[in-house]
């Protein structure tokens, strides 16, 4: 099993990584068409939710301590993935 410290560096690099492509999707909304736009809001919202959730579960994993941060591990495991499948899904929309 990877230590408390792997899981945190590697969860915290998706993150990252996902918040940069959130950024480059709203970019691409302004840019786009008013129907298009609103799409691209409402989407991002839900994006943004996802996201927000993500990084509650990394700063609880960050701050839990012992057998605890185990549990915590499989739910933020659980919210990075929503937020992936979310992101992909929207740019398969848009692009």
Same mark, same amino acid.
């Given at each position: 099993?990877?230590?408390?410290?792997?899981?945190?560096?590697?969860?915290?690099?998706?993150?990252?990584?996902?918040?940069?492509?959130?950024?480059r999707?709203?970019? *691409?909304?302004?840019?786009?068409?008013?129907?298009?736009?609103?799409?691209?809001?409402? *989407?991002?919202?839900?994006?943004?939710?996802? *996201?927000?959730?993500?990084?509650?579960?990394l700063?609880?994993?960050?701050?839990?301590?012992?057998?605890?941060w185990?549990?915590?591990?499989?739910?933020?495991?659980?919210?990075?993935?929503?937020?992936?499948?979310?992101?992909?899904?929207?740019?398969?929309?848009?692009?």
């Amino acid at each position: 099993m990877a230590s408390k410290e792997a899981v945190e560096k590697k969860q915290e690099a998706k993150i990252e990584e996902m918040k940069a492509e959130i950024d480059r999707l709203k970019a *691409k909304a302004k840019q786009s068409g008013a129907e298009s736009q609103i799409k691209y809001e409402e *989407k991002m919202e839900e994006i943004e939710a996802l *996201k927000d959730s993500a990084e509650d579960k990394l700063d609880k994993l960050k701050s839990a301590s012992g057998d605890a941060w185990s549990d915590i591990q499989t739910g933020l495991e659980s919210a990075t993935q929503s937020l992936s499948t979310a992101l992909k899904s929207a740019k398969q929309e848009f692009d």
